[in-house]
């Protein structure tokens, strides 16, 4: 496994995790990260982006100001930081990652991690 995303559960509406995205196999500080979720039937959408350096980083719309992407070069480490979660965050969560001073395509990224579940009750 290349990439691995982890830090999922199930949370009541309202709540926050935090998700971590590392890597055992290469550094990260050289790769755009990406954060993608796809929820059952739906398709894999992209949810927050980070330049290699931390300097840009992006959100879908549904998750501004909720939802928070930052990273640590040092513990090659990327989180998503998620706040007052709504039952329509629920989904797999994914990180993947792409080579370069580029930014985050849901079909261009160059690897992908396994994912883990989030759950947000009513």
């Known amino acids: ?37 796809q929820a059952p039937g739906k398709e894999r959408e992209g949810v927050s982006c980070i330049s290699s350096t931390g300097e840009h980083t992006g959100y879908t719309d549904s998750v501004k100001g909720r939802f928070t992407i930052s990273r640590d070069n040092a513990k090659n480490t990327v989180y998503l930081q998620m706040d007052s979660l709504k039952p329509e965050d629920t989904a797999v969560y994914y990180c993947a990652a792409k080579y370069g001073n580029t930014w985050c395509v849901t079909n261009g990224m160059d690897y992908w991690g396994k994912g883990t579940q989030v759950t947000v009750s009513s």
């Open 1 to 37: 496994v290349q990439l691995q995303a982890s830090g999922g559960g199930l949370v009541q509406a309202g709540g926050s995790l935090r998700l971590s995205c590392a890597s055992s196999e290469f550094t990260l500080k050289y790769y755009v990260i990406g954060w993608f979720r």
